[in-house]
């Protein structure tokens, strides 16, 4: 459902949940008690939801999400000037559903996936190496808040273009090559499969009864920080272990 949409229905839902505890003259104490359990489990239902299992890449609709398209179309210039050819484009249905377009420099054997979900936007760049290892690097904090394993490394550029993006990742490529990493093709005729799996393996860290609080606890406690760095601080800084050459 679009952003609007779902706060809407958030919205009602609260609504309705303190007319039915004001029906049965609760007093002000017990109601305000009983808001951030509302809360929770309106961040729970929308976890839920957002990583559902039946969830799909769907085509993007038709109208609604001009202005979206128009500010993806206009980054796609840009990307041709540096290597990128698009390849494909779909919508996500979650609670803050999300336009995406995916591109590959194929002399590069880089992924490009620009993402707009109407009130914000962000790009990622991912590479794939041997032995499930892969590196993003995006220019949002956002793309932390979920801690990582050490295998799915990611490191954050905020206020960066889009050309020095793309020098930060090559270079932070240059470093893991040193380390004796060695990089693995994408296969575009799987990406959405893989995609869609690396989405859901990120989902089953906070797809549970537990999820919200570790999502408010990593909210609290900044965890999304420790990415906003280059691959080779977070090693030398020991918050990423890296395989001994």
Not at 116 to 141: A, H, M, P, R
Not at 143 to 171: C, W, Y
Not at 190 to 206: I, M, N, P, Q
Not at 220 to 239: D, H, I
Request: proline share 4%; net charge neutral.
């Amino acid at each position: 459902m679009k952003n609007t949409s779902f706060l809407i229905f958030s919205v009602i839902i609260g609504v309705v949940f303190f007319q039915v505890l004001n029906f049965f003259g609760l007093p002000l104490w017990m109601i305000l008690f009983s808001t951030p359990f509302l809360l929770y489990g309106q961040l729970y239902f929308s976890t839920r939801y957002n990583f559902r299992s039946s969830l799909q890449l769907e085509p993007i609709p038709e109208k609604g999400y001009e202005k979206r398209l128009s500010t993806l179309n206009s980054n796609e210039y840009q990307l041709r000037n540096l290597g990128f050819v698009k390849f494909d484009e779909f919508y996500l249905q979650i609670s803050t559903d999300v336009v995406v377009y995916v591109y590959e420099n194929p002399e590069k054997n880089l992924i490009l996936c620009d993402y707009n979900f109407g009130s914000f936007n962000y790009i990622d760049l991912v590479s794939k190496y041997e032995e499930g290892y892969s590196l993003t690097t995006s220019n949002t904090e956002n793309a932390g808040l979920i801690p990582r394993s050490d295998k799915t490394m990611l490191q954050v550029f905020l206020n960066h273009s889009l050309d020095e993006l793309v020098a930060r990742h090559l270079h932070t490529e240059g470093f893991l090559a040193q380390k004796g990493f060695i990089k693995d093709e994408f296969d575009l005729t799987y990406f959405r499969e893989w995609f869609l799996s690396e989405y859901h393996k990120a989902g089953d860290v906070v797809n549970n009864t537990l999820g919200p609080a570790k999502s408010i606890y990593w909210m609290l406690s900044s965890n999304k920080m420790k990415y906003v760095k280059p691959v080779q601080e977070q090693f030398l800084a020991k918050t990423l272990q890296l395989p001994k050459n």
